[in-house]
């Protein structure tokens, strides 16, 4: 694995309570917002209120991390005090390391309340977006103290070197979720992906990245799980969710895959195709699925996932058509098919 996360904040219409089904928590947001970078939501955090973010564990820890995302400050911070950014936890904390917006139009990078760094001024505009590419490794991944390094729309803007960082990375987060204090700036997130350095591709800056959410849009040629009414794919292709209309596999083993929208950028640099889907179980047995992508006549099918009788989002991160085991094309990523398998 090396990209281990991807979010659009597309999947969820307005339901901050949805979107914690993926995982994350929080202490305050301002709401998933309109108009978004890519697609139609985005994710704001409002200013002057203490740990106003969104933040998730890792599945594994990690000794090297990478997160990149798209930030639009929608106002300004006052002189000398930090907004929102990015932020990464250890064990010990959620704020091992952050690069927050600064007042002075730049990024500040802090290990906790001490500021290690700053870029230079006037790096960005209140009311545009900038995607900002954070990597930190800790004492481990270097053999000595671990540094950063902060980019800013692809350019390097500033690294910080000598910092004793001793644990692993468990977590990351969007927002203000710690010292050095209250923001002062209100702003919004969007296309956040989240990488370690493991694997052959994914494994270290990524550039400037949109995450694109692709319903379904017609049944594929297997069709095992049962429709609750009219077009499978109909019941399943919601940017609103709702879990009443929804597919079924009454038996083990029931396959059923999806056609869905083309990607709205004229683009072959694709990280990956990420199958996110929400489901639960209706009964008290054990029951798992398998989210897959089809492409051609090969398949790649994530692990067995246990679900629980509550909805919850899951997801499998395919980073290479498995037709061929290449790097995907727009056209193999929109021919690609979305499969559901039951696997218990």
């Known amino acids: 694995m090396a990209l281990l996360w991807a979010e659009s904040f597309d999947l969820y219409g307005s339901s901050i309570a949805a979107l914690l089904l993926r995982g994350y928590n929080y202490s305050f947001t301002n709401g998933l917002n309109t108009p978004a970078r890519t697609g139609p939501r985005c994710l704001g955090c409002s200013a002057g209120t203490t740990n106003a973010g969104l933040g998730r564990s890792l599945d594994t820890p990690v000794n090297v991390i990478g997160i990149g995302v798209a930030q639009k400050m929608t106002t300004t911070a006052a002189t ?4 929102s950014g990015i932020n990464i936890g250890t064990s010990a904390g959620w704020s091992a390391i952050k690069a927050l917006a600064n007042g002075d139009l730049g990024y500040s990078i802090y290990q906790g309340s001490t500021l290690l760094g700053s870029t230079p001024n006037n790096i960005y505009a209140v009311g545009a977006y900038n995607y900002l590419e954070l990597k930190v490794r800790n004492n481990a991944a270097t053999g000595g103290l671990g540094d950063a390094e902060l980019r800013v729309n692809g350019v390097t803007q ?86 009443v209309d929804y597919i079924q596999a009454n038996t083990n083993g029931d396959i059923s895959t999806f056609t869905k929208t083309a990607i709205g950028i004229s683009t072959n640099d694709i990280a990956a195709l990420v199958h996110v889907a929400r489901a639960l179980k209706t009964d008290a047995g054990a029951s798992s699925i398998k989210l897959g992508i089809d492409s051609g006549a090969f398949t790649d099918n994530g692990p067995d996932i246990a679900l629980t009788t509550s909805a919850a989002y899951y997801q499998h991160i395919v980073q290479r058509d498995p037709n061929g085991s290449v790097a995907w094309t727009k056209a193999a990523a929109d021919a690609a098919l979305m499969r559901f398998t039951r696997s218990l």
């Not at 000398?80 to 907004?83: G, L, R």
């Not at 927002?175 to 702003?187: D, E, K, L, R």
């Not at 919004?188 to 990245?209: A, P, Q, T």
């Not at 297997?222 to 609103?240: F, M, P, R």
């Open 158 to 243: 500033l690294i910080v070197t000598g910092i004793n960082l001793t644990l692993q990375f468990t977590r990351f987060g969007l927002g203000i979720v710690s010292a050095p204090g209250n923001g002062t700036g209100t702003s919004e997130f969007d296309d956040l992906v989240v990488w370690d350095n493991s694997g052959s591709f994914n494994n270290d800056f990524m550039g400037d990245r949109r995450c694109e959410t692709m319903f379904p849009d017609a049944n594929g040629a297997l069709q095992q799980w049962v429709a609750s009414a009219g077009n499978a794919w109909d019941c399943i292709n919601e940017a609103t969710p709702s879990d």
């Open 80 to 83: 000398n005090a930090n907004s």
